[in-house]
């Protein structure tokens, strides 16, 4: 079945640690984003990507890297620099271009907490 | 700038009674607007989008939702609330504007649905 898988589920991290969320897709999608949601805060858009070797900052990019070397993968690392980097992280895709194609297809996400 | 509103953070209704959700955006254009449920600790599955043509959209799961232009509105509403459909609920527009952004989802902060028995 095609879909966007997420790895770890649960992830835990020591303070001034970096970490690596991975994404992977089996849908074919040029389009990939990463999502930080907070209890009563909606979905912040952290980074995308609408195509191979190529992605944007979002709204709350300070303290996260990516890279898309693949179509398929999109890893998300938080560094040490991320303030508060406790939180829930979606991974989605979509097929590039606005319009019909703005839907967006979501993994399962990572819930990540600092010690 | 592009934005969505959902008034209500937190919805009580009881096993069977109907339910509307609220959702307003603003936006210059025509809007291409979804509704996404998400059940605690999991991802986001939608429920129904709208771009164009008939203004009532039906979802699944027994969910419609209704574009109001006139009120940049995008109502989720369920004739009858299961159990089941306790979840969190999300509104969300879509940019079509340049600048790379296309494709970008703009997302209401969600409405938390309990249902009682």
């Known amino acids: 079945d095609g879909g966007i898988t997420q790895s770890p589920k649960y992830l835990f991290r020591k303070e001034g640690q970096n970490v690596t969320l991975s994404c992977e897709q089996n849908l074919n999608h040029d389009a990939m984003y990463w999502y930080r949601q907070d209890p009563g805060q909606g979905l912040r858009l952290i980074y995308y990507s609408q195509i191979v070797n190529d992605f944007q900052k979002g709204d709350i990019a300070e303290g996260y890297s990516v890279s898309r070397e693949k179509k398929e993968s999109f890893p998300l690392t938080v560094t040490s620099a991320q303030k508060n980097p406790t939180a829930f992280y979606l991974c989605?895709?979509?097929?590039?271009?606005?319009?019909?194609?703005?839907?967006?297809?979501f993994g399962p996400g990572t819930r990540l907490t600092v010690l | 700038a592009q934005s969505v509103t959902q008034p209500d953070i937190h919805i009580t209704v009881s096993e069977g009674a109907s339910l509307e959700l609220r959702c307003n955006y603003s936006y210059g254009a025509t809007p291409y607007l979804f509704w996404y449920v998400q059940s605690p600790g999991q991802g986001l599955q939608l429920l129904l989008k709208?771009?164009?043509?008939d203004t009532l959209v039906q979802g699944i799961k027994g969910f419609e939702a209704e574009f109001k232009r006139s009120q940049s509105s995008f109502n989720l509403r369920k004739p009858s609330v299961h159990w089941s459909d306790a979840a969190e609920y999300f509104c969300a527009v879509g940019s079509s504007w340049g600048g790379g952004s296309q494709g970008n989802l703009i997302f209401g902060k969600g409405t938390k649905l309990s249902v009682k028995p």
């Open positions: 989605a895709s979509s097929i590039p271009g606005g319009g019909l194609h703005n839907e967006q297809f």
């Open positions: 709208y771009f164009s043509g």
